[in-house]
């Protein structure tokens, strides 16, 4: 009985996911100094689930978010790229909820950059670009779920107009977490 709920569960996210995604328009690349933000393409697909295992104490993305990232990445899924180094050193992903859609936003799922690159504002722009997309594609926001000891994620979010709307204890992580909501009529 748990296996078919959870195969149900499984449908029923990929079914939702699949009828926002086409919402949503192609990401298009943006290059700053040396660095370039675009869309995932299938062949940086290892380097992004890399970056996700690093950030998750090496937990295996699900195959779920997976074949999200493989049908729709280049829609929903933001990498950076060292141009110089031809090495993918962020990311920055969303997908739909029920709450989400109940309330016309999109949820950003993860944003990581790998180590030697954190502290240079690449997570700041990434999340900038991201919520720029994003608010042409008839949305009226963007969520996200960030841990309240992570202050990187928590200022640059809150610098570029997330406002926090839920305070809780995560009882899978064991931290103090924030829901925070930007909406795009509030956008910096």
Known sequence: MKKIKSLLNVVFFLSLNILCFFKVKKIISSVEGTIQISGLKRDKLQAVLNIYAHF????KMSLVNKLVLILFGNRICFIA???IKKEIIAINFFYFNMRDIYEKSIHEGFIGV???HQGKGIAT?????ALQHL???NFQGVSTRIS???FASFNSAKKLGFEVKEEYFDIFSKEERAYLKCNFKNMC
């Open 148 to 150: 309240k000891n992570n």
């Open 125 to 129: 722009k990434m999340r900038k670009y």
């Open 135 to 137: 608010s042409t594609s």
């Open 56 to 59: 998750n104490k090496q937990t």
């Open 114 to 116: 790998i180590d030697a």
């Open 81 to 83: 790229e060292d141009l």
